[in-house]
């Protein structure tokens, strides 16, 4: 259970809610950009490595993209169906203080829970530390 007053969940709702509109209202990199690539090989082939290559790193862009609209859209959900949960830490139930909410709405983990599943957990420094 965190202590979030009803202002700083309002405040969190509408940041998540222009995020997302701003999301989806700049849409995936690639879409536009397909049939621009079609035509231009059919001229050229020497763009055809540069083509293959901004593809790539379109849809690159576009799994990030995908990634935080879906974390987006649903930490808007969680905030509307369980407002009392919602900014609670997915792994230890610890509340995420309110200042990381506001720089990441969407995040669903505390800042040392987030670590451990990015790096693994905490570990010795030196194994010979506790010999
Ligand atoms: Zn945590």
Redesign the pocket.
């Given at each position: 259970m965190v202590s979030m007053s009803p202002d700083d969940a309002a405040r969190l709702r509408s940041l998540l809610q222009s995020r997302l509109e701003a999301r989806v209202a700049q849409g995936p990199q690639s879409v536009a950009r397909e049939d621009v690539d079609t035509s231009a090989t059919a001229h050229d082939d020497d763009l055809g490595p540069h083509m293959a290559m901004d593809q790539a790193i379109a849809s690159g862009r576009n799994a990030a993209w995908t990634a935080e609209t879906i974390a987006l859209a649903a930490a808007l959900r969680r905030l509307e169906e369980e407002p009392d949960s919602f900014g609670d830490?997915?792994?230890?139930?610890?509340p995420i203080p309110l200042r990381r909410l506001e720089l990441m709405p969407h995040a669903a983990?505390?800042v040392?829970?987030q670590a451990t599943r990015e790096t693994g957990p905490a570990r010795r420094r030196k194994v010979t530390d506790y010999v």
């Open positions: 830490c997915e792994d230890c139930g610890e983990l505390c040392r829970c």
